[in-house]
């Protein structure tokens, strides 16, 4: 099961390739008509002001606002020195899990829980009966 952290960093990845590649090919675009682009200086300023590069500053600015959350995330949670290893956990809840039955039991229905929420891979589809 991926986390929402895993997700959201793979989404911004994928929405950073396709900004990558929307930003190249609305270039070609502009250079056909407009001629060469000399430097990365002068296409920033382009990307950033010219009517034709206006649609793609709703990705950028997309793709910000979730850099902004995963910011916001990041600070959400405590440093590593405000944390307790997780032995500091580890070791007294499997001691106790193991030598109680109920706490075992209410171990088991989270961990189904948490199972049934991953999604599933779909069955393979059976293959047609031959005709006869």
Do not use: C
Not at 40 to 60: C, D, K, N, Q, Y
């Amino acid at each position: 099961m991926k986390n929402n952290t895993q997700f959201v960093d793979e989404l911004r990845h994928s929405l950073l390739d396709l900004h990558k590649a929307l930003l190249d090919a609305q270039r070609i675009r502009y250079e056909r008509e407009h001629g060469r682009i000399s430097t990365s200086g002068e296409f920033l300023g382009l990307v950033l002001e010219h009517p034709v590069f206006a649609w793609l500053r709703t990705l950028s600015a997309l793709i910000a606002r979730i850099d902004e959350w995963i910011e916001e995330q990041a600070q959400q949670f405590p440093s590593e020195d405000e944390l307790p290893g997780h032995e500091v956990f580890s070791k007294p809840y499997w001691e106790i899990v193991n030598a109680e039955p109920n706490v075992l039991i209410e171990h088991v229905k989270l961990w189904r829980l948490l199972e049934s929420a991953s999604p599933r891979p779909s069955p393979p589809a059976k293959p047609a009966p031959p005709p006869q």
